[in-house]
């Protein structure tokens, strides 16, 4: 059954390549993000494309799913943005069925040696976050979008989520929010503003899924390490591209019956 999902942050990276995804099985999804840039290129190029074929923008357009694809202006940090985009959604669509909270905070995590081909000087994760000299300010800049960007989201749209027969929430998490496995003794990537910020994310969704038991499905996922901006395109052993994240966070989105769980990168249960 074709559902409707508003993923935020889905103008790029995972996001975006998860609402194509979802979009190519026919589901209606609503790509949500500040800028609706990434999404539009999109759009330009699959109308340069037809162009030079035999075939109609339409027939490309369906044959991708992006017949189903909307772009929506949503920043999770601002309010008035969220309230604007719920209005869009009340208009058009009247529910939810699932929500993927996608939107992360990325600039302000600092770099490590751990992974092959990090970029520290890109621009993105280059704020230092050791736990004796973090800068309070960072921790907030992180949590700004991590955690009460989330909260904020999900509590506004949550009237919506609820209007669906099979309500879904679904927080895209990371191991770095796991503080089982940042306790281990081979752990790395402490990076504190970070990790504190998803790690509270984490906490929200477990007290979520439990007040909405029995209503709604609410999980945790961290697709592992995925090759994105958030790394500056960082590559290394294991890691996913973002098509592939995309593919095991899917089965997820469409789940209709396990709830509160966390998920790790190989589709089974990660430690909290």
Same mark, same amino acid.
């Given at each position: /059954?074709?559902?409707?999902?508003?993923?935020?942050?889905?103008?790029?990276? #995972?996001?975006?390549?998860?609402?194509?995804?979802?979009?190519?099985?026919?589901?209606?999804? @609503?790509?949500?993000?500040?800028?609706?840039?990434?999404?539009?290129? /999109? @759009?330009?190029?699959?109308?340069?494309?037809?162009?030079?074929?035999?075939?109609?923008?339409?027939?490309?357009?369906?044959?991708?799913?992006?017949s189903n694809l909307k772009s929506i202006?949503?920043?999770?940090?601002?309010?008035?943005?969220?309230? &604007?985009?719920?209005? %869009?959604?009340?208009?058009?669509?009247?529910?939810?069925?699932?929500? %993927?909270?996608?939107?992360?905070?990325?600039?302000? /995590?600092?770099?490590?040696?751990?992974?092959?081909?990090?970029?520290?000087?890109?621009?993105?994760?280059?704020?230092?976050? *050791?736990?004796?000299?973090?800068?309070?300010?960072?921790?907030?800049?992180?949590?700004?979008? *991590?955690?009460?960007?989330?909260?904020?989201? +999900?509590?506004?749209?949550?009237?919506? %989520?609820?209007?669906?027969?099979?309500? *879904?929430?679904?927080?895209?998490? +990371? !191991?770095?929010?796991?503080?089982?496995?940042?306790?281990?003794? !081979?752990?790395?990537?402490?990076?504190?503003? @970070?990790n504190t910020s998803k790690a509270a994310?984490?906490?929200?969704? #477990?007290?979520?899924? *439990?007040?909405?038991?029995?209503? &709604?499905?609410?999980?945790?996922?961290?697709?592992?390490?995925?090759?994105?901006?958030?790394?500056?395109?960082?590559?290394?052993?294991?890691?996913?591209?973002?098509?592939?994240? &995309?593919?095991?966070?899917?089965?997820?989105?469409?789940?209709?019956?396990?709830?509160?769980?966390?998920?790790?990168? !190989?589709?089974?249960?990660?430690?909290?």
């Amino acid at each position: /059954m074709s559902k409707v999902i508003l993923i935020t942050g889905a103008n790029a990276g #995972i996001g975006l390549e998860l609402a194509k995804l979802l979009a190519k099985q026919g589901h209606t999804i @609503y790509a949500a993000a500040r800028s609706t840039q990434g999404l539009e290129t /999109m @759009y330009a190029c699959l109308r340069f494309t037809a162009r030079f074929t035999s075939h109609t923008f339409q027939r490309i357009s369906d044959a991708l799913g992006t017949s189903n694809l909307k772009s929506i202006k949503l920043d999770v940090t601002d309010t008035k943005s969220i309230l &604007a985009a719920k209005a %869009v959604l009340e208009k058009d669509v009247g529910h939810i069925d699932v929500l %993927v909270n996608n939107a992360g905070e990325t600039h302000t /995590m600092y770099a490590s040696t751990a992974i092959s081909n990090w970029k520290p000087g890109s621009g993105v994760m280059n704020k230092p976050q *050791n736990a004796t000299n973090v800068d309070v300010a960072v921790v907030r800049e992180a949590c700004e979008v *991590n955690l009460f960007g989330l909260i904020q989201t +999900t509590t506004t749209l949550l009237p919506l %989520v609820l209007k669906s027969s099979k309500p *879904n929430i679904l927080t895209i998490s +990371t !191991d770095m929010a796991s503080n089982t496995f940042q306790a281990r003794p !081979d752990s790395f990537l402490h990076v504190v503003a @970070y990790n504190t910020s998803k790690a509270a994310a984490n906490s929200y969704t #477990i007290a979520l899924a *439990n007040e909405l038991k029995g209503k &709604a499905i609410v999980n945790a996922l961290t697709p592992g390490f995925t090759t994105t901006k958030l790394n500056g395109f960082a590559t290394g052993p294991g890691a996913k591209t973002p098509e592939q994240a &995309a593919e095991l966070i899917s089965k997820w989105v469409l789940e209709e019956e396990k709830s509160g769980l966390f998920i790790g990168p !190989d589709g089974n249960e990660f430690p909290w």
